[in-house]
């Protein structure tokens, strides 16, 4: 039986609480409805998710979800099962247990929406299971990521029509919130999409006001950013570039009263949700953090965003500075900007797109080291090429592309763990309360006296709890402070199983130009809006391809200067 949108609505109100779509929503929802390949390009806060979620209860199957991170997934699939809609998640931070649970729920009917790496789903048997169900629609969210022209290009997003086909070709929703004309181009080509309506919201939020605040030194920024937050009034997303900035600006506004905290991706897992809770909560009123927050981070109240420095693409600071303001009421969005702040994203770039030889240079220190089948480890490969981190983790990826290396996500059931600290330090760095604490004992009792010289063990085998998705989170701390090393059995890069020459390699270097070329004009596009002597929402909107309505700005600091 036909949906209608007037089913849509009564699933909307019952487990979401809104009496009515929003018209892009609504648009967007008949054309899923009907059948029809979709691309829906809406803005920051537009509800996007309901695009998929309420279809996905009136259709008779399942729908996929492909979702670039984690910790999105895991948010979304908590919320929706909180509602009573069943949901489910599948990615490499479960234990083989875990996802069969997942799997299984989709096949005996339980789920109606299966979140999914799309990493995992290439790489894993699942899409094997997927493929003898009846997968009514395939959602792409932050669909930009296939796009090797956006901002956040994930390679496995190539590889929708691997996925697609054994699903049996359901139809295909792809969402995203920042996409210029070229990508929404280049997403529906790598989709696959037929004959696809094409949704374009416009890019134009009237309550956000856009500012850029010229800075000379460091003092001149620490300066801007406590004035403009002691007179806040309201939450307050602060981005910074580096870890090192985030702590140190955090600690700065909590020695000024001011109640902030901390949050980027070299912080436990647990400390990262714990901190968005209570920003979310309202416990704190300031968080301060590198681009690893605000994917999926729904705080309706956000009254200004401040970046401490430029973002190297107007993508990344639309989307970023779009955490503002999301109930529509007036709020503030602030760059602070001085010319150098360019030479942090040109390193960026260059190292993204290294020259032929440096790849090659990389790939003959890979090749001495690979030969035996074991996995290549990215430290060695840096000190062989001596070429900088960055530079060898660039030309990785462009050797990765080619199919001359690999990278395994090897065995998510189990870790091999060896303790390099004596049991008096981890009681000095880990409380005895500590979840740290316990999962060291835990593995120690695992391994059966060879924690000290490494051992492989099995998830199943911890307590509960131990071994769910925070495990590598909590890992990765205690690594960091040097307590033990670990690493997942059969993980790693690896060679091709048929090496070739340096200079025989399959590298499409005209490629690797193009890409070149788009991240420097992304940075260009940035850096016209930071220097812009005119109307910054005409900027902004223009490269998105949109426009000012009615030819009026609705507040930058330009128009209402």
């Known amino acids: 039986m036909t949906q209608t949108i007037e089913d849509a609505e009564r699933v909307l109100a019952r487990y979401f609480g809104y009496p009515r779509f929003r018209p892009v929503q609504r648009r967007v929802i008949i054309s899923v409805l009907a059948g029809r390949d979709v ?57 083989a247990g875990q996802q069969a649970d997942a799997i299984g729920a989709a096949i005996r009917g339980e789920a109606k929406l299966l979140y999914v790496a799309p990493e995992r789903l290439v790489a894993g048997r699942a899409l094997a299971a997927l493929s003898r169900l ?91 950013i406590r004035s403009r937050v002691l007179t806040r009034r309201g939450p307050v997303v602060v981005y910074a570039a580096s870890r090192s900035r985030v702590e140190r600006l955090a600690s700065a506004l909590s020695r000024s009263g001011v109640r902030a905290s901390a949050y980027h991706a070299g912080q436990a897992g647990d400390l990262r949700r714990s901190t968005q809770e209570r920003f979310m909560d309202g416990a704190i009123d300031v968080i301060v953090a590198t681009s690893a927050f605000g994917m999926g981070v729904d705080k309706a109240d956000v009254r200004l965003v401040l970046h401490d420095a430029m973002p190297g693409s107007l993508e990344s600071y639309y989307q970023e500075a779009g955490r503002a303001g999301r109930d529509g009421q007036p709020s503030e969005c602030i760059l602070l900007y001085a010319r150098s702040d360019r030479r942090s994203p040109e390193f960026f770039i260059q190292s993204a797109s290294p020259p032929r030889g440096q790849v090659e240079q990389v790939y003959a220190a890979a090749l001495r080291l690979g030969q035996s089948g074991a996995p290549i480890a990215v430290g060695a490969v840096t000190a062989l090429a001596k070429l900088p981190p960055s530079t060898c983790r660039g030309a990785l990826a462009v050797l990765a592309r080619a199919g001359a290396v690999q990278e395994l996500f090897g065995d998510t059931t189990a870790v091999w763990v060896r303790v390099v600290a004596t049991a008096h330090r981890i ?132 128009c209402t200067r």
């Open 39 to 95: 691309l829906a390009v809406m803005p920051t806060g537009g509800g996007k998710s309901l695009c998929f979620q309420v279809p996905a209860l009136l259709l008779d199957g399942l729908t996929v979800v492909l979702s670039p991170l984690v910790s999105l997934m895991k948010d979304q699939v908590d919320t929706l099962v909180r509602k009573g809609i069943p949901a489910a998640g599948l990615h490499g931070g479960l234990t």
């Open 134 to 224: 009846k997968v009514s629609l395939l959602a792409v969210d932050e669909a930009h990521c296939i796009s090797e022209w956006g901002h956040e290009f994930r390679p496995a997003y190539r590889e929708l029509q691997a996925i697609r086909t054994p699903l049996g070709s359901p139809p295909v929703i792809a969402l995203t919130a920042t996409a210029t004309p070229s990508v929404r181009d280049d997403i529906a080509r790598v989709c696959g999409l037929i004959k696809p309506v094409r949704i374009v919201a416009g890019f134009d939020r009237p309550n956000l006001t856009y500012a850029v605040q010229r800075v000379a030194r460091v003092a001149d920024r620490d300066s801007q």
């Open 427 to 558: 009681r000095a760095c880990c409380p005895p309360d500590s979840r740290e604490y316990h999962l060291v004992c835990a593995l120690a009792r695992a391994a059966g006296g060879a924690i000290g010289t490494g051992a492989t063990i099995r998830l199943t085998g911890l307590p509960p709890g131990l071994g769910e998705v925070a495990l590598a989170s909590a890992l990765d701390e205690l690594a960091r402070r040097s307590l033990l090393i670990w690493r997942r059995p059969g993980a790693g890069l690896f060679l091709a199983s048929q090496p070739v020459a340096p200079a025989a390699l399959g590298v499409d270097w005209s490629r690797v130009a193009a890409n070149r070329r788009a991240s420097e004009a992304r940075l260009a596009a940035m850096i016209r809006y930071a220097e812009s002597r005119g109307c910054r929402r005409e900027v902004l909107l223009s490269y998105f391809g949109d426009s000012l309505e009615g030819g009026r700005c609705a507040g930058c600091d330009r």
